[in-house]
């Protein structure tokens, strides 16, 4: 989802049309994150992946996106799981309350170098020392059809790997290094690459980075995620 930058809409014309698949390593995610950490899911679109981590038994997950047609259909989907909607860029919670933070196909969505800082800066702020953030996301592709697209819109936007889809988003593309660069503040445990299904439903690469707030891992305290937030 795109979380920080909307200017036209595009994400609450498009929430029905759009798949959102990304995968989720549940094992590791369970192995690596309490059952009762506060989790967010930033950009959490129709709510798919908080009603997987409810499956597993996690007791304290909230979504939140910058859509309000994204946040009326994950709630009409999972009624009885919390849904925000959120300000574009907005973190509000206090310092180090969550325990877990998933960035799926979030920062593909922000073009901007400085945004995407920002945005990861805000989480490292959110984040319990020992807390963990989940990125998924879009490495440079290697096929004809992205290389395309990156040249020939390389001069529009001054970024390779950034390029506008037929219906007009804006996305990018990430050299690996830029994840190495947005994670120096954390710890970053593994790069694991998969393969996913765009939100348009085309094969691609997905590379997800696990990562770690430096620290040492904190007991949870305080409200949780659904007192924070109106539903």
Known sequence: MDITSDPSGYWDRSASSKIFAHPLDHARFVRTVPRDAPILDYGCGHGRLC?????LGFRDVRGVDSSPVMIQTARSRHPDLAFSVVERGAMPFPDAS???VLLFAVLTCIASPDDQKRLIAEIHRVLRPGGCLLISDYPLQHDARNRDRY??????????????LVDGAVVRHHPPEWFTELL?????DACIEREAATMNGNPANIQQWWATKPGPAAKATGPSLRQELPT
């Open 51 to 55: 009603d997987e981590l409810a499956l």
């Open 98 to 100: 969550l325990g877990a």
């Open 151 to 164: 040249e020939r819109d390389h001069e529009e936007f001054g970024l390779y790997g950034t390029f506008r």
């Open 184 to 188: 120096a503040e954390f710890n970053v």
